[in-house]
Nanobody, 127 residues
């Protein structure tokens, strides 16, 4: 599975950005596609996950209510709509795919449980 992320950029606090992650290859086994982010000097952290089978969505507490993850029906991709951005959202955002399911014990915020990673895309929020 190959993942291609796009859509980062520079925005002022309170603004919006839209990230996209497109998947190709043997995606049939994949449970879901999501996003992690890593700020300078910090560990990579979970942001959001979209589960293909039921359209389930999961968010970290830090982005809940501001970010929305959804499927791009035109292709095998997810979109992360980020609204009301804050300077603390500044990070490199990585898309990731997992083959493990919640019913099988998936820890959605555990990056070790994601099988495929895309390249990062930088999001910078100025104050």
């Amino acid at each position: 599975v190959q993942l291609q992320a796009s859509g980062g950029g520079l925005v002022q606090a309170g603004g919006s950005l839209r990230l996209s992650c497109a998947a190709s290859g043997p995606t049939r086994r994949s449970y879901g596609l999501g996003w992690f982010r890593q700020a300078p000097g910090k560990k990579r952290e979970f942001v959001a996950l979209f589960g293909w089978s039921r359209g389930s969505t999961y968010y970290s507490d830090s982005v809940k209510g501001r970010f929305t993850i959804s499927r791009d029906n035109a292709k095998i991709a997810v979109v992360l709509q980020m609204n009301n951005l804050k300077p603390e959202d500044t990070a490199v955002y990585f898309c990731a795919a997992t083959n493990k399911r919640p019913a099988a014990g998936l820890e959605i915020d555990n990056l070790d449980q994601y099988d495929y990673w895309g390249q990062g895309t930088l999001v910078t929020v100025s104050s």
